[in-house]
């Protein structure tokens, strides 16, 4: 079974009280996001593998390590996982940016993918679905199917809040997957908002509401 990583730094969980907030504005609210995307990347990369190499500083020769030659992947899911991209960025700006579009059918309530786009080389990288609320899971499950059925294998989520009936779904669909957090919350209500949560998350960034 992948793991649950609540994300508990003192840093991101400070940032994500504001972010919850509803008197936080949009432009307040986009900063926040931002910066807790950073401090999230900088625990999801923790494992990342290293590798040694010789420098030579002023004074002598140093063996050293630096991040070896796996190469990451950020796929956010449109549109709101686009407010933690620039954040992740800011520590590995050598990372690719896919992305995946789903719609909600009004009808059966189900996502619908509408766009896929990824890096040509995404089976070799280790990639990163990105979307700050996991509610029902329904979207990220069926973003994490779209990147196995073009082959990837190397798969992490990466949410602000999640939903325990979320986390569940998530689990049971791809057992495998490591999700990282800032926070799971009590439930989800019958609209599908996340309690307490903080609203629509992609209305907050954009300024649509
Ligand atoms: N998506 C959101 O933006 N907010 C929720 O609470 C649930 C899903």
């Known amino acids: 079974m992948g793991k649950l990583f609540i994300c508990d730094h003192p840093l991101i969980q400070h940032k994500l009280t504001f972010i919850r907030d509803e008197k936080t504005n949009t432009k307040d609210f986009r900063e926040l996001v931002d910066e807790v995307a950073t401090l999230m990347a900088y625990e999801i990369t923790r494992e990342i593998k290293l590798e040694e190499v010789t420098i030579r500083t002023p004074v002598s020769d140093a063996k050293c390590k630096i991040i070896s030659g796996r190469m990451l992947g950020l796929v956010?899911?449109?549109?709101?996982?686009?407010?933690?991209?620039?954040?992740?960025?800011?520590?590995?700006?050598?990372?690719?940016?896919?992305?995946?579009?789903?719609?909600?059918?009004?009808?059966?309530?189900?996502?619908?993918?509408?766009?896929?786009?990824?890096p040509t080389?995404?089976?070799?990288?280790?990639?990163?679905?990105?979307?700050?609320?996991?509610?029902?899971?329904?979207?990220?499950?069926?973003?994490?199917?779209?990147?196995?059925?073009?082959?990837?294998?190397?798969?992490?989520?990466?949410?602000?809040?999640?939903?325990?009936?979320?986390?569940?779904?998530?689990?049971?669909?791809?057992?495998?997957?490591?999700?990282?957090?800032?926070?799971?919350?009590?439930?989800?209500?019958?609209?599908?908002?996340?309690?307490?949560?903080?609203g629509d998350a992609g209305d907050r960034l954009f300024g649509t509401k």
């Open 76 to 118: 956010p899911i449109l549109r709101a996982g686009l407010g933690m991209v620039d954040g992740i960025l800011q520590l590995i700006p050598g990372a690719k940016v896919g992305h995946v579009g789903l719609y909600r059918d009004p009808e059966t309530l189900l996502p619908v993918e509408y766009y896929v786009k990824l």
């Open 121 to 198: 080389d995404v089976q070799e990288r280790e990639l990163i679905v990105i979307d700050p609320m996991l509610a029902t899971g329904g979207s990220a499950i069926m973003a994490i199917d779209a990147l196995k059925k073009r082959g990837c294998a190397q798969i992490k989520l990466m949410c602000l809040i999640a939903a325990p009936e979320g986390v569940k779904a998530v689990q049971e669909a791809h057992p495998e997957i490591d999700i990282y957090v800032a926070a799971v919350d009590d439930y989800l209500n019958d609209h599908g908002y996340i309690i307490p949560g903080l």
